[in-house]
């Protein structure tokens, strides 16, 4: 069974620009969750998709959006790109309700806005 | 406010030992989950093992253990008999509410392990 995939591995993108990460969550899995991971910082939430919709978004401003597609595959876009935006970006799926199952995560996308 | 709170500075550890990582953490609510994850220079993180709040007995998955004390609003990992491929970040997380409801998890800021021959 494939894991949580995520794209591109590396990305890096000069300030003001616009990035896009994509995630393709495990097979069966219709939730999907991103987080940032600055350097020397825990992981921060950002967003939560379930069957297409937003459920959850943390604390971050509005140029941090995303979307989930019928497949429930997501994007994270990112607007507007300020130096602080860039860090290891984690994608993370589960089936809709999880409990003691965990969250598989992809190995992320390391974003360097320069 | 901090949720979960990891606060030992990086270890070093004989391999063969045993470890145990610290984490306590703040909540309201009678009804959450707490998760710990690996985070080996790859990046990639590594769901280890799952207490639930209701759960009577501590949490055990092969080398891994929770040594959960409500009371106390701790959730340690054991890990014992330590590996070299045990190096790595492990997070402490949490998930406040029912399963069916918030499923967002909250992250401590990790500890480092080394495991040395």
């Known amino acids: 069974e494939a894991g949580v995939t995520q794209s591109p591995t590396h990305l890096i993108k000069t300030r003001g620009q616009q990035a896009t990460l994509r995630c393709s969550p495990i097979s069966g899995h219709t939730s999907v969750y991103w987080y940032q991971q600055a350097l020397g910082l825990g992981l921060q939430f950002l967003l939560w998709?379930?069957?297409?919709?937003?459920?959850n978004r943390g604390n971050f401003p509005p140029r941090f959006s995303g979307r989930q597609f019928p497949n429930y595959s997501s994007e994270l876009n990112v607007n507007a790109l300020e130096l602080e935006d860039s860090a290891l970006y984690l994608c993370a799926s589960s089936r809709r309700g999880t409990g003691g199952d965990g969250y598989t995560f992809g190995s992320g996308t390391r974003l360097t806005v320069v | 406010a901090q949720k979960i709170t990891q606060t030992q500075p990086g270890m070093f550890v004989q391999e063969k030992e045993a470890v145990t990582l610290d984490c306590t953490y703040d909540t309201s609510d009678p009804s959450y989950g707490l998760f710990w994850y690996k985070q080996p220079s790859s990046g990639e993180m590594i769901f280890l093992i799952y207490q639930g709040s209701y759960d009577q007995q501590n949490a055990t998955e092969g080398r891994y253990s929770l040594n959960f004390q409500k009371a106390r609003k701790s959730a340690n990992l054991v890990i014992s008999a330590s590996q070299l491929g045990d190096s790595a970040m492990y997070f402490c997380a949490m998930r406040e509410g029912r399963p069916y409801g918030n499923n967002r998890l909250a992250f401590g800021k990790g500890n480092q392990v080394v495991v040395i021959p």
């Open positions: 998709y379930d069957e297409g919709e937003e459920r």
